[in-house]
């Protein structure tokens, strides 16, 4: 019996999923897939340079699923799935403890990623300007991190 209702409740989530997904929004179903198909995928929140060099930051935030080891390539997409950019990681996203006053607390995963391609240009070919100028537009729209194109 326990069997029949679990079976009858997986029938219904699947097809309220499929309802759902016909009236959804091409933006949403984007974000949806990525969520899906991603071996990594990584919640943007924060950034700092990691050397003067404007190519090289330190990313903070949290990963959703998955690893991905050092030196694999990652797109870059705002909330809406559309892709900004790609960059390589530099070093693994790991969480890390913060002293405060005599406690331990967790901070959000970090890792460090070069930024190579921007607007589909490469970074390395950008005037100091234009590099920067496109880094700003990258992390005012920045979400999402992923390591498969769609």
């Known amino acids: 019996?326990?069997?029949?209702l679990l079976r009858f409740r997986e029938k219904?989530?699947?097809?309220?999923?499929?309802?759902?997904?016909?009236?959804?929004?091409?933006?949403?179903?984007r974000v949806m897939s990525l969520?899906?198909?991603?071996?990594?995928?990584?919640?943007?929140?924060a950034s700092?340079?990691?050397f003067p060099d404007s190519r090289h930051w330190i990313l903070q935030g949290e990963v959703a699923l998955g690893t991905a080891p050092e030196d694999s390539r990652l797109i870059l997409y705002d909330g809406e799935g559309n892709v900004l950019g790609e960059g390589r990681m530099e070093s693994s996203p790991e969480e890390k403890e913060e002293k405060r006053r005599g406690f331990l607390r967790p901070r959000k995963n970090e890792f460090a990623i070069t930024i190579t391609v921007l607007e589909g240009e490469e970074t390395e070919?950008?005037?100091?300007?234009?590099?920067?100028?496109?880094l700003n537009h990258l992390f005012l729209n920045l979400s999402l991190l992923s390591d498969i194109e769609m």
Do not use: V
């Not at 219904?12 to 179903?29: A, D, G, I, L, S």
């Not at 969520?35 to 929140?45: C, I, N």
């Not at 070919?125 to 496109?134: A, E, F, H, Q």
């Open 125 to 134: 070919k950008m005037d100091k300007k234009t590099l920067n100028r496109s």
């Open 35 to 45: 969520h899906e198909k991603s071996g990594f995928l990584f919640y943007y929140e």
């Open 12 to 29: 219904t989530m699947e097809e309220y999923r499929k309802e759902q997904e016909k009236e959804m929004e091409p933006w949403k179903k």
């Open 48 to 50: 700092e340079p990691a």
């Open 1 to 4: 019996m326990i069997k029949k």
